[in-house]
């Protein structure tokens, strides 16, 4: 098997600017020892488990696949890409998910410097971001980046806690934890559509699932199947999923133009006003509106026109 491409160095080692505090309380979390890690996905795995098959409904099976903070692997792993790619800035969660997924790629970046990743293909079919958005500085420019890597019929997925439990999360965490909750952005499942709007992405999906978190006794799984996809009752769920492709790009044929100049008394700008003018356009035509000038402006427009034949400029008096 290759070897994976790594880049061990802290931000600052990099020459970057240091990892904000969400950011590295977010590093601290995703470095804490397997066995914290594994005890709490063994107490949420009901979770988990709905959290999964909902994903593995919106992606197919066989496809190449990208997971933005990747973690311990486990979901690029349930998705069951044909081939499989995932990025985290944690070097723990990268070697413990290359041990307990061989046959997938794990890389260690921050995703919020996908230039600086080595070892990713060009696109892939589906890009993934479960839960990655909380830690980010710069949502937007991270969306933006993801273009590189998308062809017209790529699908870009994130999944995110749904802004209506932020207080149920909070007070959860620290009883079960004795911690806060890591600083995070708090988006609505708008917020992050209006986020792909503002890309270049179009959003053609925005769901809501998990209304119940926990078994409760064989129920959890009949209350999300059929009532957490009631109309009204569906937006009061756990997770969010907003789905977005590549918006696509029309190709724009021939454009023309009409750059108008009014000038009176402007004899030495004339010929400067032409050679500066860039040809963003294959027709562009140039009107000089002669003011009834006292310096010859009107007969340099002429001069010009003469000297400038390549260019389509016409000059007009009152």
Known sequence: MDAHPDMTASPQDRGRRPYSERKQRALEEADRPTELRDTWTERHRFFYEEDFRYMRFLVPEGKRVLELGSGSGALLAALEPGEGAGIDFSQAAVERARAKYPGLKFIKGDVEALDEV?????????????DTIGALDDCLETFRSLHRYCRPDTRVIVSYHTRLWEPLLLLYARLRTGHPWRPSNWLSSQDIANLFELADFDVIKREWRILSPFRLFGLGRFINRFVATLPFIRKLCLRNYVVARPRPREPLGDLSATVVVPCRNERGNVEAAVKRLPK??????????EGGSSDGTLEEIQRVIAAYPQHDIKALTP
């Not at 080595?118 to 479960?130: E, F, K, N, Q, S």
């Not at 963003?280 to 000089?288: A, R």
């Open 280 to 289: 963003f356009c294959s027709d562009l035509e140039i009107i000089f509106v």
């Open 118 to 130: 080595t070892g990713l293909d060009d696109d892939y079919d589906v890009i993934v971001m479960a």
